[in-house]
């Protein structure tokens, strides 16, 4: 059988004059985490209601656990977790309200929903809260609440839309422990972000820029693939070093980050040091160190090309 998972050909949706997802390829293996990785409005969310069937595509083909969706959607139910972007539960309901609910929808009989709860309240340490209103928790007690409910039925894929944007640093890393223990258990993953911490944890990315897939691969491999040199620019006048060196030729981007400024170099450019030494005569204490690429030099050199 194969391990394809998800797979689309051509995947396009258009709202009116907006072409919100643009002939999207993917191919998404068994016990990954796929990452879907963009800024606000790059059609993450639209991709992911499409794959679970809440939405039409415009055209394209889409094959989730060997069926075709939207037909599958129904039949597909039981085997698809989608946590969405905004919390979907109840907000005057008590955490355990919350479950019994979750666990009605999926139709798990009241005898195995009782212990299934109970193994949830304690995997995802919600069992202070029980009687808790959702309303009323903390934005990481209710993601734990959320993923707890969006497992319930054990789904074999789970997708989940910037699951961590409203949670501290801490709570977004249990969180991915959690996730992880999951694809332990055999789950495979869909995640949406726009954190780069987060994608570097994917076993493979996708980069979406207004609807275009713009690069993919796990994310060792996008780093070793950059067509960039990264070279790290330290001194005084930092700001004005940046103005001296964007818009000129074979520079990609400059970012300042603290007290030293991150330039990419196009590959083609032999000598990236030194080429940066000559554009940057007039400015003689900096210190110019080559520097290993990161998701986000990747991100930046993947998303600044024409747009479509
Ligand atoms: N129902 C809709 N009607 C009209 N336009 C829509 C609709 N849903 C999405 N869009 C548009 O499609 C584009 C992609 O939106 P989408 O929500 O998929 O992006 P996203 O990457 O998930 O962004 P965010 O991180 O803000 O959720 C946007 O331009 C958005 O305005």
């Known amino acids: 059988m194969s391990d394809i998972v998800v797979s689309t050909q051509g995947l396009t949706r258009r709202f009116g004059e907006n072409t919100a997802v643009n002939n999207l390829d993917l191919e998404i293996r068994t016990g990954q985490i796929y990452g ?67 666990a009605e929808i999926y139709g798990i009989p009241a005898k195995s929903a009782a212990n299934r709860i109970d193994e949830l309240l304690n995997t995802y340490d919600l069992t202070t809260n029980v009687h808790q209103l959702s309303g009323s928790m903390s934005g990481g007690q209710r993601q734990k609440l959320a993923l707890a409910a969006t497992v319930m039925h054990r789904p074999k894929l789970l997708f989940l839309d910037e699951p961590t944007s409203a949670v501290d640093p801490e709570t977004r890393r249990t969180f991915w422990e959690q996730l992880f223990d999951l694809v332990d258990q055999g789950a495979t993953m869909i995640v949406s972000t726009h954190f780069m911490d ?33 070279v790290e620019v330290e001194g005084p006048d930092l700001r004005k070093v940046k103005h001296a060196l964007d818009g000129q030729p074979k520079i990609l981007s400059t970012a300042q980050v603290g007290s030293r400024l991150r330039v990419l170099v196009e590959k083609s450019e032999p000598q990236p040091v030194d080429m940066l030494r000559g554009q940057l005569a007039a400015f003689p204490d900096l210190s110019l160190t080559p520097q290993r690429p990161n998701l986000e030099d990747v991100f930046v050199s993947a998303t600044r090309g024409p747009e479509q």
Do not use: W
């Not at 990315?205 to 994310?219: E, M, R, Y």
């Open 36 to 102: 879907f990785l963009g800024p606000n409005g790059c059609g993450k969310t639209t991709t992911m209601r499409m794959l679970t069937g809440l939405l039409t595509p415009s055209s394209g083909a889409i094959s989730v656990l060997g069926r075709s969706m939207p037909d599958a959607a129904e039949p597909l139910k039981d085997e698809i977790g989608y946590m969405t972007q905004i919390f979907s539960y109840y907000r005057d309901l008590t955490v355990l309200e919350n479950l019994r609910f979750a």
């Open 198 to 230: 987060e994608a570097e944890r994917c076993h493979r990315l996708a980069i979406l820029q207004h609807g275009v897939k713009k690069a993919d691969g796990s994310p060792s491999q996008l780093m070793d693939d950059l067509q960039a040199d990264v």
